[in-house]
């Protein structure tokens, strides 16, 4: 089966001009290439994608809608959140103040102590990883523990490997 046929390159490179975005100005330079006899395997290891992808896109292409609109992905809004507006706005509020505000007897928040105050404030799981992004969502950063030489060196005489305790550091507002 033979691509883009009907469509001349200088539609492709004048739908180049138009478009926003890397993926659709990808996609029309991919089918430049390829009508300038590039083959498909080609441009699969030029884009590091799968020689399929590149199928795709160029199918993609023969369509009687606008080039523009051929090349762009359709909006796809993921997800329902967990939390409601309302409750991400009341945990952003808690987690800047100290645990101790909030009824939990810890020095700091962490992602752990994120996802044992959602279930039992929200009912709702979130896995550690998630929590980790609602901390940065809710404007913390994690800061690094900072440690002096003597704690630096006590510390390397302690321990061996690499299971050293990393949760003395903490979430801070940015």
């Not at 009341?90 to 279930?119: K, M, N, S």
């Not at 690094?144 to 507002?173: I, L």
Request: net charge negative.
């Amino acid at each position: 089966m033979d691509h883009l046929d009907e469509i001349s390159v200088e539609e492709l490179q004048e739908a180049l001009d138009n478009v926003e975005g890397k993926k659709p100005a990808q996609r029309l330079l991919a089918a430049i290439a390829y009508k300038n006899g590039v083959t498909q395997t080609e441009l699969a290891e030029w884009h590091d994608v799968q020689r399929r992808t590149i199928y795709s896109w160029l199918k993609r292409l023969d369509t009687d809608e606008p080039l523009e609109q051929a090349v762009t992905d359709a909006h796809r809004p993921g997800r329902k959140r967990k939390l409601s507006e309302k409750q991400q706005r009341e945990f952003e509020r808690t987690v800047h103040e100290p645990p101790r505000d909030a009824g939990i007897d810890a020095p700091a928040w962490t992602p752990a102590l994120v996802q044992q105050y959602l279930e039992d404030t929200y009912d709702v799981h979130y896995s550690i990883p998630s929590c980790r992004r609602l901390l940065k969502e809710a404007g913390l950063r994690y800061q690094k523990p900072r440690h002096t030489a003597t704690e630096a060196a006590s510390d390397e005489q302690a321990e061996s490997g690499d299971d050293r305790d990393r949760s003395d550091g903490r979430w801070v507002p940015e």
